[in-house]
């Protein structure tokens, strides 16, 4: 059975960096597409981005200048980046496993980990 | 972007209903449509993609209709595991965008 689970801090401060890593259990990280989803009381579910394992990456352009994603598939990890954040930021992040063409649907989540923005 | 509108946002029903919720999408996506569950806590949970095709391990109650910019999940016979919030996502292009969501409430 494949796990996802989320790993980082969970407050940052505004125009910070907010840095989260995913590490992948019961299943290899090759041959599937990986994603970073984030859910807001005000936004509801928003798609960050997703990584190939070859290292191509897809981004939503409403972030595209501020995040990046990262995989390592030696650690069986992919991570996020996401620059100057503010409160707009705060949100849970899921990490999820993306599987058929173009990593359409997301099979297997992590359980999320809530980020707060804030001094 | 491809916006997606769900509705209805909230739903009350009990142990039993029968349910139908709709997403539309703002332009044409063929059949590239997914339905998510989410409950507080837990792993969001994939039921459907492609429209119609049941995920994995999830109840024959779900069902999911539709084409091209109208769509629907179903859920005949609620049972109590049901009530959670439901999202559909669009993957014609990117970025794959949800709607903002249902809440399934127990009535």
């Known amino acids: 059975q494949v796990q996802l689970q989320e790993s980082g801090p969970g407050l940052v401060k505004p125009s910070e960096t907010l840095s989260l890593t995913c590490t992948v259990s019961?299943?290899?990280?090759?041959?599937?597409?990986w994603s970073w989803i984030r859910h807001s009381p005000g936004k509801g579910l928003e798609w960050i981005g997703n990584?190939?394992?070859?290292?191509?990456?897809n981004y939503n352009p409403s972030l595209k200048s501020r995040v990046s994603i990262s995989i390592d598939t030696s650690k069986n990890q992919f991570s996020l980046k996401l620059t100057s954040v503010t409160a707009a930021d705060t949100a849970i992040y899921y990490c999820?496993?993306?599987?058929?063409?173009?990593?359409?649907?997301?099979?297997?989540w992590g359980r999320g980990t809530l980020v707060t923005v804030s001094s | 972007d491809i916006q997606m509108t769900q509705s209805p946002s909230s739903v009350s029903a009990s142990v039993g209903d029968t349910v139908t919720i709709t997403c539309r999408a703002s332009q044409r996506i063929s059949s590239w449509l997914a339905w998510y569950q989410l409950k507080p806590g837990k792993a969001p949970k994939l039921l459907m993609y492609s429209t119609s095709v049941l995920q994995e391990g999830v109840p024959s109650r779900f069902s999911g209709s539709g084409s091209e910019t109208d769509f629907t999940l179903t859920i005949s016979s609620l049972q109590p595991d049901d009530f959670a919030t439901y999202f559909c996502q669009q993957a014609y292009s990117f970025p794959h965008t949800f709607g903002q969501g249902t809440k399934l409430e127990m009535k």
């Open positions: 999820a496993r993306a599987v058929g063409y173009n990593g359409s649907r997301n099979d297997y």
């Open positions: 019961g299943g290899a990280i090759t041959s599937y597409y």
């Open positions: 990584i190939y394992y070859s290292g191509s990456t």
